[in-house]
């Protein structure tokens, strides 16, 4: 079975600098997507960024990258110029099955709490 | 606007009794899901449904119940046999099977959430 490991409850960052998430996963697949997502206190879940196992090239999405090391099995999400508004729990994501036609769900770590101070 | 809805925002639920959660989508998503998420943990898989009538159980289903008879939504039943229902319950659904691209079919897009409470 697959499993999602973040190894950090939680994190800070000061306003305006760079804070790195961690995330590990362990899988026999060789397709497959990861993603990250946010969650602020509205408890809405909100996707902030996927990464496709096959591409080399780690994913951006504005102010948030990832560093997508497959032979690690290790997906880590960069925020740069944090702001206050980044203040959520993330949880980083794996689904196998990347032709979506066995139903396969997401599996879930535990999230890491991040707390951007002023 | 397109999106998932989920009724109620709050639900309490008394010893021995059955409750009902709603979530209905118009995103024309094939599948639907239904996560536990309980205090300062990740999410978990209850049940997910590919297809109208069709549906399999996640890695938690003991004590819950779906049903699928419209596209558009995906009913939890949380029974007296679940013994520690308090949670916040999400429910997601997206693109599967021949619909939608690759990626499309891989994004869940989600609920704002019920957070059910025993009294």
């Known amino acids: 079975a697959q499993t999602v490991t973040q190894s950090q409850p939680e994190m800070s960052v000061q306003e305006a600098e760079t804070v790195t998430l961690s995330c590990t996963y362990d899988t026999s697949e060789s397709d497959y997507y990861l993603f990250w997502y946010k969650q602020p206190p509205s408890r809405q879940m909100i996707l902030v960024i996927r990464q496709e196992a096959y591409k080399q090239q780690n994913a951006t999405e504005n102010r948030f990258s990832v560093n997508f090391q497959k032979a690690a099995k290790s997906f880590s999400l960069k925020i740069s110029d944090s702001q206050l508004g980044d203040a959520a729990m993330y949880f980083c994501a794996y689904r196998r099955d990347p032709l979506g036609n066995a139903g396969n769900m997401l599996t879930f770590g535990g999230g890491t709490r991040l707390m951007v101070k002023p | 606007d397109g999106g998932i809805t989920q009724s109620p925002k709050y639900l309490f639920r008394k010893e021995g009794q059955n409750v009902t959660l709603s979530c209905e989508q118009n995103?024309?998503?094939?599948?639907m899901y239904w996560y536990r998420q309980d205090p300062g943990q990740g999410l978990r898989l209850i049940y997910y449904s590919q297809i109208v009538n069709d549906f399999q159980k996640g890695d938690i289903a003991e004590g819950y119940s779906v049903s699928r008879e419209k596209k558009e939504s995906f009913p939890l039943t949380v029974t007296s046999a679940q013994k520690n229902p308090t949670a916040f319950y999400l429910c997601a659904s997206s693109f599967s099977g021949t619909s939608g691209s690759r990626l499309a079919k891989n994004i869940q897009y989600f609920g704002a959430g019920t957070r059910l409470s025993v009294l």
């Open positions: 995103l024309n998503h094939d599948a």
